[in-house]
């Protein structure tokens, strides 16, 4: 290992999977009703948070492999927490089968991400990661607010 | 520059304090009484959240730095906007001055962070962001509730 790393590609794929494994549990602490269509301040549900989420790690892990940048992804949002478990085990595999192909020196690289972001890859896949933990924290809100206790932070 | 790495330190740094300003924007986007006062769901209010950030991560650079860890800061959420604003700036300064003096080998050894967290320095160093993106998420909750525009996520 490059000791000059400050994190290897398979720490920091473990970081974001860590992320998005405590995603899924909060997904699965939602009561399937509340799941689809309670929110706070007049946001978002947190399904169609959750969809966001596999909206953009799909053609986004696509693009950071690829260079070919695909639009953020426009699936609607299954209407129940089965299918929307699976949605979210299928992006899972994606990423992990993906990954591997990842040359470093791509993050590195200045694209247009999502044909949206023009900005250095790694700070995209950052932003990927950052766009859940922020949605997230959301959908903590909104179980305290159902009077649920989420999962804990720290638990991946 | 070493091109296998994934991120460099300078951009390691411009990523937590650009998380931190947009941080200090939502801090500013809170009316005065209501940074205090408000919360959803039985939480602490954005305030005491933001008290929180700067009391990982005052002790947590300098931990990271020179792997002498303090416990977890317990300084009071100070009682007026101003102030906290100015303990917040206070803690950018402080990241700054020290990030250069963090040895990157640091980074992937082992130690128990805030003597409360056995992982390696970069989770813990991901774990200060994410945990700021995670609170940050909450009160843009508490802003939307309060009919409050947050500042942009992608701004920073």
Do not use: C
Not at 7 to 14: F, G
Request: proline share 6%; aromatic share 12%.
């Amino acid at each position: 290992m490059n000791t000059k790393e400050i994190v290897t590609p398979s720490q920091l794929l473990e970081l974001w999977q860590g992320h998005r494994r405590l995603t899924r549990k909060v997904i699965e602490a939602f009561p399937e009703e509340k799941l689809f269509t309670y929110s706070v301040g007049g946001m978002r549900s947190f399904a169609d948070l959750a969809m966001e989420m596999i909206n953009v790690a799909t053609p986004g892990i696509k693009g950071l492999v690829s260079g070919k940048w695909d639009n953020i992804g426009s699936e609607k949002t299954p209407p129940t927490k089965k299918e929307l478990l699976a949605k979210w085990d299928e992006t899972t595999s994606l990423i992990n089968q993906s990954w591997p192909q990842l040359k470093i020196e791509r993050l590195q690289q200045v694209e247009k991400a999502l044909n949206m972001y023009e900005a250095p890859n790694y700070w995209t896949l950052f932003y990927f990661i950052d766009n859940e933990v922020h949605h997230r924290g959301q959908g903590y809100v909104y179980l305290r607010s159902l009077g649920i206790e989420p999962p804990p932070f720290w638990e991946r």
